[in-house]
């Protein structure tokens, strides 16, 4: 007899959208009818590479089916299941080399990666806390409660090195510190999950695909600061993943990881679910806690930092998602193994959500300082189409473009800046010799611009008069003294705004000034658009869009 | 400002339970807002001084707060709600053409809705499903990887 096999179906957001939701039911059927006792069908989140979806693997094996629909499960159930032929016409094709590759493990988009933060993605199903535990889950937690003090968990998550996965990159141990030592009747802490940046799905995936690792990490956070209450503010267009996060919290609660005196450490510690309601400001954290109070979710300035006043004027620490993700791993394997990942400043891991004009579309994650090229064309396997890579955004809008002549610049907090990016959430959209520099950073504005919440002057104001100049860049009606214009706001903007939002909205201008003026030029001089995308400029091609 | 309508097709009385469930807790507003445009597909304005009252807000405090989100509607919407993705790699890969081409085929404008109250088209700023863009949602519902033909089905099935 065969040993007992696993068929995961993905039931990510992003596999459910091709129909992975009919399939997953399919398959339990088809196997029932068939009477394999042997085999038995579940689901798993997000596993990153939605592009493939929907996606199914048949674990201990590690076969990987791609772009499986309702009509390939009487094949998969009779050939593979039941008679041990693997369906090779649903393997992964490697696009470089079009060869199948039939295991997850081999395929390079995978092969390359190393996964902490997204360890459990794809690899368990994630309304299942038993299966989180079965692969080491809650360990770190009774680590941390029976075994530590309050100042050895913060001690040990600052020698690790962990930097907040959100964006700005401010060392986690130094904020909990700061939580830690304010004197309060009451403290807070908070998942920052409002993932609002458009281009990134890194936090959808991980709350989707392993909701305990955050909770994990929440309730640790909680431990060490002191707090007895966290909240997860989560963005309302994630509805699957308000979901998991719910019924993971039920199944805490009842194994005891949750409530009063939890695993009889004495601690006490309560996670409420908060829905956004769709403001990207709301990711700032004094909009944020704002938001939760029931108010207009618009930035203060600060100081006083969430750390000494924040929800209710109580001290409030909040972390990323993949921030407390971090946490559990770090705990349990320690800082020296933690800290041994990335480069001197940054460490550990970082996630990118690669998209845009790239082969392999997904989440990636690797060793922070990773190159560039690595990622592009290692990992995500080149531009499509045999066009050239023109330029890499990262940080969404907040971040900046940076062009194909530095591919090697390595991912990480420092150099990012330095090459007029941010880290940012990790998003990172690959844009080939089609995409036009001048729009796409018209199309950023006109994001920020939207998303600007009208408190400060410099943003509210200068968001509308760059986006005014950018909108007659690409209708060819700009004259020369419009590029100084705009650089003069951007600069304003950038130095000036109360919030993240403002002083980093500028960037996406900045940077495709720094690095493409002669898009803005051909513009505006010889009334032309480079790539060939802006409506007004289009040539006449005959091509029809 | 002109008093709000008073339609009487809403059940002013399930808004007034559903504000009574959080009577006086001022941070209970979003989610309260949240709840009532759950049942009725929008925020009627004649609940804004109900929902006002309850919870000791200023009505010029929900309407505020309504104001600011951008998914609070204060106007009925269609049976049937197309979101297009806005987000970055939508973008790049199509999302404004897509966008373009549900309003010629609906004849209305983003933000609109069609005379016969069956589509309300919108945009949304991102979904997180980059990887399969361009998207867009119907009813809840993503679908990915868009193109004319894709719509074509879409919303032949929706006449259906």
Same mark, same amino acid.
């Given at each position: 007899?065969?040993?007992?096999?696993?068929?995961?179906?993905?039931?990510?957001?992003?596999?459910?959208?091709?129909?992975?939701?009919?399939?997953?039911?399919?398959?339990?059927?088809?196997?029932?009818?068939?009477?394999?006792?042997?085999?038995?069908?579940?689901?798993?989140?997000?596993?990153?590479?939605?592009?493939?979806?929907?996606?199914?693997?048949?674990?201990?094996?590690?076969?990987?089916?791609?772009?499986?629909?309702?009509?390939?499960?009487?094949?998969?159930?009779?050939?593979?299941?039941?008679?041990?032929?693997?369906?090779?016409?649903?393997?992964?094709?490697?696009?470089?080399?079009?060869?199948?590759?039939?295991?997850?493990?081999?395929?390079?988009?995978?092969?390359?990666?190393?996964?902490?933060?997204?360890?459990?993605?794809?690899?368990?199903?994630?309304?299942?806390?038993?299966?989180?535990?079965?692969?080491?889950?809650?360990?770190?937690?009774?680590?941390?409660?029976?075994?530590?003090?309050?100042?050895?968990?913060?001690?040990?998550?600052?020698?690790?090195?962990?930097?907040?996965?959100?964006?700005?990159?401010?060392?986690?141990?130094?904020?909990?510190?700061?939580?830690?030592?304010?004197?309060?009747?009451?403290?807070?802490?908070?998942?920052?999950?409002?993932?609002?940046?458009?281009?990134?799905?890194?936090?959808?995936?991980?709350?989707?695909?392993?909701?305990?690792?955050?909770?994990?990490?929440?309730?640790?956070?909680?431990?060490?600061?002191?707090?007895?209450?966290?909240?997860?503010?989560?963005?309302?267009?994630?509805?699957?993943?308000?979901?998991?996060?719910?019924?993971?919290?039920?199944?805490?609660?009842?194994?005891?990881?949750?409530?009063?005196?939890?695993?009889?450490?004495?601690?006490?510690?309560?996670?409420?679910?908060?829905?956004?309601?769709?403001?990207?400001?709301?990711?700032?954290?004094?909009?944020?806690?704002?938001?939760?109070?029931?108010?207009?979710?618009?930035?203060?300035?600060?100081?006083?930092?969430?750390?000494?006043?924040?929800?209710?004027?109580?001290?409030?620490?909040?972390?990323?998602?993949?921030?407390?993700?971090?946490?559990?791993?770090?705990?349990?394997?320690?800082?020296?193994?933690?800290?041994?990942?990335?480069?001197?400043?940054?460490?550990?891991?970082?996630?990118?959500?690669?998209?845009?004009?790239?082969?392999?579309?997904?989440?990636?994650?690797?060793?922070?300082?990773?190159?560039?090229?690595?990622?592009?064309?290692?990992?995500?396997?080149?531009?499509?189409?045999?066009?050239?890579?023109?330029?890499?955004?990262?940080?969404?809008?907040?971040?900046?473009?940076?062009?194909?002549?530095?591919?090697?610049?390595?991912?990480?907090?420092?150099?990012?800046?330095?090459?007029?990016?941010?880290?940012?959430?990790?998003?990172?959209?690959?844009?080939?010799?089609?995409?036009?520099?001048?729009?796409?950073?018209?199309?950023?504005?006109?994001?920020?611009?939207?998303?600007?919440?009208?408190?400060?002057?410099?943003?509210?104001?200068?968001?509308?008069?760059?986006?005014?100049?950018?909108?007659?860049?690409?209708?060819?009606?700009?004259?020369?003294?419009?590029?100084?214009?705009?650089?003069?706001?951007?600069?304003?903007?950038?130095?000036?705004?109360?919030?993240?939002?403002?002083?980093?909205?500028?960037?996406?201008?900045?940077?495709?000034?720094?690095?493409?003026?002669?898009?803005?030029?051909?513009?505006?001089?010889?009334?032309?658009?480079?790539?060939?995308?802006?409506?007004?400029?289009?040539?006449?091609?005959?091509?029809?869009? | 400002?002109?008093?709000?309508?008073?339609?009487?097709?809403?059940?002013?009385?399930?808004?007034?339970? $559903?504000?009574? =469930?959080?009577?006086?807790?001022?941070? !209970?507003? /979003? @989610? +309260? #807002?949240? *709840? $009532?445009?759950? =049942?009725?597909?929008?925020?009627?304005? !004649?609940? /804004? @001084? +109900? #929902?006002? *009252?309850?919870?000791?807000?200023?009505?010029?405090?929900?309407?505020?707060? /309504?104001?600011?989100?951008?998914?609070?509607?204060?106007?009925?919407?269609?049976?049937?709600?197309?979101?297009?993705?806005?987000?970055?790699?939508?973008?790049?890969?199509?999302?404004?053409?897509?966008?373009?081409?549900?309003?010629?085929?609906?004849?209305?404008?983003?933000?609109?809705?069609?005379?016969?109250?069956?589509?309300?088209?919108?945009?949304?700023?991102?979904?997180?499903?980059?990887?399969?863009?361009?998207?867009?949602?119907?009813?809840?519902?993503?679908?990915?990887?868009?193109?004319?033909?894709?719509?074509?089905?879409?919303?032949?099935?929706?006449?259906?």
């Amino acid at each position: 007899m065969q040993n007992k096999r696993t068929v995961f179906v993905c039931q990510g957001t992003g596999c459910l959208s091709t129909g992975s939701g009919a399939v997953y039911e399919a398959l339990k059927a088809e196997v029932a009818k068939l009477g394999l006792t042997d085999v038995e069908v579940d689901f798993t989140g997000c596993h990153g590479f939605c592009e493939q979806g929907g996606i199914v693997a048949v674990e201990p094996e590690g076969i990987f089916y791609t772009h499986v629909t309702i009509d390939d499960v009487p094949e998969i159930v009779g050939s593979h299941l039941k008679g041990g032929n693997p369906v090779e016409r649903l393997f992964y094709r490697d696009p470089a080399t079009g060869r199948a590759v039939p295991r997850y493990h081999e395929i390079n988009f995978y092969k390359k990666q190393q996964r902490v933060i997204l360890r459990n993605c794809g690899r368990i199903n994630p309304e299942k806390i038993d299966q989180y535990i079965s692969k080491g889950g809650y360990r770190a937690l009774k680590k941390a409660l029976l075994e530590m003090t309050p100042e050895q968990v913060i001690e040990e998550v600052k020698r690790s090195g962990l930097r907040g996965r959100g964006g700005a990159g401010f060392p986690t141990g130094r904020k909990w510190e700061f939580s830690r030592n304010a004197q309060a009747d009451r403290k807070y802490v908070i998942c920052n999950a409002d993932e609002g940046d458009p281009g990134a799905f890194m936090d959808r995936s991980v709350l989707e695909a392993d909701p305990h690792a955050v909770i994990e990490g929440l309730i640790t956070a909680g431990y060490a600061t002191g707090a007895n209450a966290g909240y997860i503010y989560v963005r309302a267009e994630y509805p699957l993943a308000v979901k998991r996060i719910r019924i993971a919290l039920e199944h805490a609660r009842e194994r005891g990881f949750l409530g009063r005196d939890i695993l009889g450490s004495g601690f006490d510690f309560e996670v409420y679910i908060k829905e956004g309601a769709g403001a990207f400001v709301c990711g700032e954290e004094t909009a944020l806690i704002a938001s939760i109070e029931g108010r207009r979710g618009m930035p203060r300035p600060r100081p006083p930092y969430p750390a000494q006043s924040g929800l209710q004027g109580k001290p409030t620490t909040i972390n990323n998602v993949k921030t407390l993700a971090s946490v559990p791993p770090i705990i349990e394997q320690g800082a020296d193994w933690f800290s041994t990942i990335g480069t001197p400043k940054s460490k550990g891991t970082t996630v990118l959500a690669l998209s845009g004009k790239i082969l392999n579309s997904g989440l990636v994650e690797v060793p922070m300082g990773t190159p560039l090229s690595t990622i592009i064309f290692d990992i995500g396997g080149g531009i499509p189409g045999g066009k050239r890579l023109k330029a890499v955004q990262t940080g969404g809008p907040s971040g900046g473009c940076i062009p194909a002549k530095i591919p090697d610049t390595p991912v990480d907090y420092e150099t990012l800046t330095m090459v007029g990016s941010i880290m940012g959430s990790g998003g990172m959209v690959v844009m080939d010799e089609d995409t036009c520099m001048v729009e796409v950073a018209r199309y950023f504005l006109s994001f920020t611009q939207a998303e600007s919440c009208g408190k400060c002057a410099p943003c509210r104001l200068g968001t509308r008069q760059m986006l005014e100049i950018l909108a007659r860049i690409t209708q060819g009606k700009a004259q020369e003294s419009d590029l100084d214009t705009l650089f003069t706001i951007a600069k304003t903007v950038k130095e000036c705004s109360l919030c993240g939002l403002g002083q980093t909205c500028p960037n996406p201008v900045l940077s495709t000034l720094r690095y493409f003026k002669s898009e803005y030029e051909a513009h505006i001089n010889k009334k032309r658009c480079p790539a060939n995308q802006c409506r007004f400029l289009r040539r006449k091609t005959g091509k029809k869009t | 400002m002109d008093k709000p309508p008073c339609d009487e097709r809403i059940d002013m009385q399930r808004i007034e339970s $559903i504000v009574e =469930e959080c009577k006086g807790q001022k941070w !209970a507003l /979003i @989610p +309260v #807002v949240q *709840k $009532i445009q759950n =049942e009725f597909g929008y925020i009627p304005p !004649a609940a /804004i @001084p +109900v #929902v006002a *009252k309850g919870l000791r807000l200023f009505p010029s405090q929900v309407q505020g707060v /309504i104001s600011f989100y951008a998914q609070f509607y204060t106007k009925p919407r269609g049976r049937q709600i197309i979101r297009v993705c806005r987000g970055t790699a939508c973008h790049v890969r199509g999302a404004e053409a897509l966008l373009e081409l549900l309003e010629e085929r609906l004849q209305i404008q983003e933000g609109e809705t069609t005379p016969d109250m069956e589509y309300t088209l919108e945009t949304v700023a991102c979904i997180g499903v980059c990887a399969l863009a361009p998207n867009l949602v119907l009813n809840d519902q993503v679908h990915g990887q868009m193109d004319a033909e894709k719509v074509q089905q879409l919303l032949k099935k929706g006449e259906a």
